[in-house]
């Protein structure tokens, strides 16, 4: 499946911005969708998840409550919704994929080495 990120930009802080990802490809609905960002000189870091019916999400505890995760399977669509956006959320986005045929049900991974396929990034900078 190939993924294509968008909806990046600049916003002050408290403001919010909402990035979508659009998969090709493949049966959108066999996979797990992962959120991930990275800040320059960091690791990438999960940002959050949602398992292949969209019965169950998962979050890092630094977005927890502001961040939301969605996804559309007829419209093979995924969105991350950011509010309350801080100048420590500003990274570079990416969306990712894994094939779940066979998971248990609300398995989202946590770990970026679990999603064979990514998105190319965008970028959201968060002004102070």
């Known amino acids: 499946v190939q993924l294509q990120a968008s909806g990046g930009g600049l916003v002050q802080a408290g403001g919010s911005l909402r990035l979508s990802c659009r998969p090709t490809g493949r049966t959108f609905s066999d996979y797990v969708m992962g959120w991930f960002r990275q800040a320059p000189g960091a690791d990438r870091e999960f940002v959050g998840g949602i398992d292949r019916n969209g019965g169950y999400t998962k979050y890092a505890d630094s977005v927890k409550g502001r961040f939301t995760i969605s996804r559309d399977n007829g419209k093979n669509m995924a969105h991350l919704e950011m509010n309350s956006l801080t100048p420590e959320d500003t990274a570079v986005y990416y969306c990712?994929?894994?094939?779940?045929?066979?998971?248990?049900?609300?398995?989202?991974?946590?770990?970026?080495?679990?999603?064979?396929?990514w998105g190319q990034g965008t970028q959201v900078t968060v002004s102070s």
């Open positions: 990712a994929a894994e094939r779940a045929i066979g998971w248990i049900d609300g398995y989202v991974p946590p770990t970026a080495t679990a999603y064979d396929h």
